[in-house]
């Protein structure tokens, strides 16, 4: 499985992004595909997921109406469209992949920078 992760960059503060996550290596029906993030400093932290399979998905508490997580089959790629970014979710952003049932995610892409200036 491999994952790669493009799109991150500087933008200011309001701004929006799209990250991308292009997978490959396997189909990924039955898996859950996520997006993480590891700000500067503090530890990863997961802010969005959505399963393969059906469009089910999650949002942390501070991603919700702000961000959201897609995915189109025919490309193998995994989208998370950022908007009304703040100077906060400054961070390398990270995509993953697990087995849905399965605690951890096992597949790691390398990860973006984002960076929103005030």
């Known amino acids: 499985v491999q994952l790669q992760a493009s799109g991150g960059g500087l933008v200011q503060a309001g701004g929006s992004l799209r990250l991308s996550c292009a997978a490959s290596?396997?189909?990924?029906?039955?898996?859950?595909m996520g997006w993480f993030r590891q700000p500067p400093g503090k530890e990863r932290e997961l802010v969005a997921s959505?399963?393969?399979?059906?469009?089910?998905?999650y949002y942390t508490d501070s991603a919700k109406g702000r961000f959201t997580i897609s995915r189109d089959k025919a490309k193998n790629t995994v989208y998370l469209q950022m908007n009304r970014l703040k100077p906060e979710d400054t961070a390398v952003y990270y995509c993953?992949?697990?087995?849905?049932?399965?605690?951890?995610?096992?597949?790691w892409g390398q990860g973006t920078l984002v960076t929103v200036s005030s």
């Open positions: 290596g396997r189909t990924f029906s039955g898996y859950i």
């Open positions: 959505i399963r393969w399979s059906t469009p089910i998905t």
């Open positions: 993953a992949a697990k087995v849905v049932g399965e605690n951890a995610y096992d597949h």
